[in-house]
Protein backbone atom coordinates (compact mmCIF):
# COMPACT_ATOMS: atom_id res chain seq x y z
CA UNK A 1 0.00 0.00 0.00
CA UNK A 2 1.43 3.25 -0.66
CA UNK A 3 2.32 5.56 2.00
CA UNK A 4 -0.53 8.32 3.02
CA UNK A 5 1.16 11.54 1.24
CA UNK A 6 1.13 10.07 -1.92
CA UNK A 7 -2.56 8.87 -1.29
CA UNK A 8 -3.61 12.08 -0.68
CA UNK A 9 -1.51 13.50 -3.77
CA UNK A 10 -3.50 11.70 -5.87
CA UNK A 11 -6.91 12.69 -3.97
CA UNK A 12 -5.97 16.12 -4.88
CA UNK A 13 -5.20 15.58 -7.95
CA UNK A 14 -8.09 13.43 -8.75
CA UNK A 15 -10.70 15.86 -7.18
CA UNK A 16 -8.53 18.97 -9.67
CA UNK A 17 -9.34 16.86 -12.36
CA UNK A 18 -12.80 16.69 -11.71
CA UNK A 19 -12.48 20.60 -12.12
CA UNK A 20 -12.36 21.39 -8.23
CA UNK A 21 -11.29 24.89 -8.33
CA UNK A 22 -7.82 25.85 -6.51
CA UNK A 23 -7.66 22.80 -5.31
CA UNK A 24 -5.03 22.70 -2.27
CA UNK A 25 -3.45 20.15 -0.32
CA UNK A 26 -2.12 20.66 3.35
CA UNK A 27 -0.30 18.46 5.61
CA UNK A 28 -1.58 18.97 9.02
CA UNK A 29 -0.13 16.11 10.57
CA UNK A 30 1.80 18.18 13.16
CA UNK A 31 -1.26 20.34 14.30
CA UNK A 32 -4.17 17.65 15.55
CA UNK A 33 -4.04 13.99 16.40
CA UNK A 34 -7.33 12.71 14.16
CA UNK A 35 -5.70 13.36 10.10
CA UNK A 36 -2.84 13.92 8.95
CA UNK A 37 -3.83 15.99 5.43
CA UNK A 38 -6.81 18.25 4.17
CA UNK A 39 -7.35 18.92 1.10
CA UNK A 40 -9.73 22.03 -0.09
CA UNK A 41 -11.64 22.52 -3.37
CA UNK A 42 -14.11 25.18 -4.11
CA UNK A 43 -17.16 23.21 -6.14
CA UNK A 44 -19.69 24.98 -8.09
CA UNK A 45 -23.06 22.81 -7.39
CA UNK A 46 -24.69 19.82 -5.36
CA UNK A 47 -23.91 17.58 -9.15
CA UNK A 48 -20.46 18.93 -8.77
CA UNK A 49 -19.44 18.02 -5.10
CA UNK A 50 -21.15 14.56 -5.55
CA UNK A 51 -19.67 13.66 -8.76
CA UNK A 52 -16.34 14.07 -7.08
CA UNK A 53 -17.61 12.20 -3.88
CA UNK A 54 -18.33 9.34 -6.30
CA UNK A 55 -14.98 9.45 -7.60
CA UNK A 56 -13.08 10.11 -4.12
CA UNK A 57 -15.24 7.16 -2.94
CA UNK A 58 -14.41 4.71 -5.25
CA UNK A 59 -10.43 5.50 -5.51
CA UNK A 60 -10.79 4.88 -1.21
CA UNK A 61 -12.54 1.71 -2.18
CA UNK A 62 -9.27 0.81 -4.70
CA UNK A 63 -6.70 1.85 -2.18
CA UNK A 64 -8.06 0.55 0.80
CA UNK A 65 -9.28 3.98 2.84
CA UNK A 66 -12.45 3.42 4.12
CA UNK A 67 -15.09 6.42 4.04
CA UNK A 68 -16.03 7.05 7.92
CA UNK A 69 -17.71 10.27 7.25
CA UNK A 70 -19.48 11.97 4.56
CA UNK A 71 -21.09 15.37 6.04
CA UNK A 72 -22.90 18.04 4.50
CA UNK A 73 -22.15 21.07 6.69
CA UNK A 74 -25.23 23.18 4.76
CA UNK A 75 -25.99 26.59 6.63
CA UNK A 76 -27.66 27.77 3.28
CA UNK A 77 -27.66 24.85 1.02
CA UNK A 78 -24.65 23.05 -0.32
CA UNK A 79 -21.91 25.45 1.04
CA UNK A 80 -20.18 22.57 2.78
CA UNK A 81 -19.11 19.13 2.09
CA UNK A 82 -16.72 16.62 4.26
CA UNK A 83 -15.14 13.34 3.06
CA UNK A 84 -13.82 11.82 5.75
CA UNK A 85 -10.64 8.77 4.88
CA UNK A 86 -9.36 8.77 8.59
CA UNK A 87 -5.74 10.44 7.87
CA UNK A 88 -7.02 12.56 4.76
CA UNK A 89 -10.03 14.71 4.89
CA UNK A 90 -11.35 16.37 1.78
CA UNK A 91 -13.47 19.63 2.33
CA UNK A 92 -15.18 20.36 -1.23
CA UNK A 93 -16.99 24.15 -1.05
CA UNK A 94 -18.74 26.69 -2.17
CA UNK A 95 -16.76 30.33 -3.08
CA UNK A 96 -18.27 31.80 -0.44
CA UNK A 97 -17.99 29.13 1.85
CA UNK A 98 -14.63 28.85 1.22
CA UNK A 99 -14.49 33.05 1.26
CA UNK A 100 -15.62 33.12 5.00
CA UNK A 101 -14.06 29.88 6.71
CA UNK A 102 -10.74 30.45 4.69
CA UNK A 103 -9.51 26.99 5.87
CA UNK A 104 -6.06 27.88 4.20
CA UNK A 105 -5.82 30.35 6.80
CA UNK A 106 -6.84 29.02 9.77
CA UNK A 107 -4.42 25.91 9.38
CA UNK A 108 -2.08 27.85 7.80
CA UNK A 109 0.82 26.25 10.32
CA UNK A 110 -0.11 23.67 8.05
CA UNK A 111 2.55 22.76 5.03
CA UNK A 112 1.13 22.94 1.62
CA UNK A 113 2.06 20.21 -0.69
CA UNK A 114 2.89 20.27 -4.20
CA UNK A 115 0.52 17.57 -6.21
Known amino acids: M ?3 EELARKIARLVQD ?4 DTVL ?7 SWTDY ?3 ATVNSSAHWQGIFRQVNEF ?5 LETRQ ?11 NLIDLGPIVV ?5 EARDFYD ?3 LWKAGQQIQF
Do not use: Q, Y
Open 2 to 4: ENT
Open 18 to 21: GKGA
Open 26 to 32: LDVSELN
Open 38 to 40: FVI
Open 60 to 64: AKENG
Open 70 to 80: SNKKMPSGDDW
Open 91 to 95: HLMSK
Open 103 to 105: LEK
